[in-house]
């Protein structure tokens, strides 16, 4: 559980830490009582862990709650994890992508993933019943989830996450707690499902696909913005496209000053 044991592991089994794949061991576990105290653990929950690596933060967890589940992409680094949390009975490891593996079930998430995991898990993570997710992610991810409504960091994602959770930025984490070293330092962050979603959608993912596309113009008026969108998904003629942009609500209003439940409202009205 520290920089020696980590490089150890990687000497002893001949594993080069993958860049494509995010990997930066967390070296100083003194934040793990932290992500233990933000998530409210407790003996009862079933914990998933994204991303676990060699298994120092499962273990920990596993002292702590009813059940571990580690998963890990690298099947390399995966047998390795098995062998260092066979003395746990209630740590599950599971080998591949957490994204698309089938998993027992869980009630918490407590993970470090890899960066380029950051957003889809977070995306996936909206589709899941969850009680929290606690999460050491790189800060400028991490402050795109809550930004102000104009800023440069406000994004497709921040309106997806403000609509359904509830989030808090924590304590920081140094670049320096990681081997190797990332270029940045990260941010622990919790997400709490809201009792009531902010606002109702028609359809799911006509409100995914409307919000992404947008921030891909975010300087534009909607109008401009979202004909191209209607012209594809509805398979209009350019002049039909147009005029129905043009009869969308805040059609004046530029992409990055909308509200999250403005681009609910926006994809009520496409869907319609």
């Known amino acids: 559980m520290s920089l020696e044991e980590t490089e150890q592991l990687l000497r002893t089994h001949r594993i080069t830490p993958n860049k494509l794949l995010g990997q930066?061991?967390?070296?100083?576990?003194?934040?793990?009582?932290?992500?233990?105290?933000?998530?409210?653990?407790?003996?009862?929950?079933?914990?998933?862990?994204?991303?676990?690596?060699?298994?120092?933060?499962?273990?920990?967890?596993?002292?702590?709650?009813?059940?571990?589940?580690?998963?890990?992409k690298d099947p390399q680094i995966a047998?390795?994890?098995?062998?260092?949390?066979?003395?746990?009975?209630?740590?599950?490891?599971?080998?591949?992508?957490?994204?698309?593996?089938?998993l027992p079930e869980f009630n918490k998430v407590i993970a470090i993933p890899p960066y380029y995991l950051s957003s889809p898990l977070v995306e996936w993570l909206l589709k899941s019943e969850i009680d929290s997710g606690v999460l050491i992610m790189q800060e400028e991810f991490a402050k795109r989830l809550n930004a102000p409504i104009g800023s440069e960091d406000y994004g497709w994602l921040t309106v997806l996450v403000q609509r359904r959770m509830e989030i808090s930025l924590l304590d920081s984490v140094p670049k320096e707690m990681f081997f190797p070293q990332p270029k940045v330092d990260s941010t622990i962050v919790r997400l709490q499902p809201l009792r009531k979603i902010r606002f109702e959608v028609k359809d799911e993912e006509l409100f995914t696909q409307v919000s992404k596309w947008l921030f891909t113009q975010r300087n534009k008026k909607l109008s401009k913005a979202i004909a191209p969108f209607l012209r594809t998904k509805l398979q209009l003629s350019k002049q039909d496209a147009e005029r129905i942009a043009s009869s969308l609500p805040f059609r004046e209003m530029r992409v990055r000053t909308m509200l999250p439940e403005q681009f609910g409202e926006l994809a009520n009205a496409v869907s319609s």
């Open 24 to 72: 930066n061991f967390m070296v100083e576990p003194c934040f793990y009582p932290k992500l233990c105290e933000y998530s409210s653990l407790g003996p009862a929950d079933i914990v998933l862990d994204a991303g676990a690596g060699f298994g120092f933060l499962s273990r920990f967890l596993a002292d702590r709650c009813k059940g571990v589940i580690a998963v890990e």
């Open 79 to 102: 047998r390795v994890l098995r062998g260092e949390v066979k003395d746990f009975d209630n740590v599950t490891v599971v080998t591949g992508d957490v994204l698309k593996v089938t």
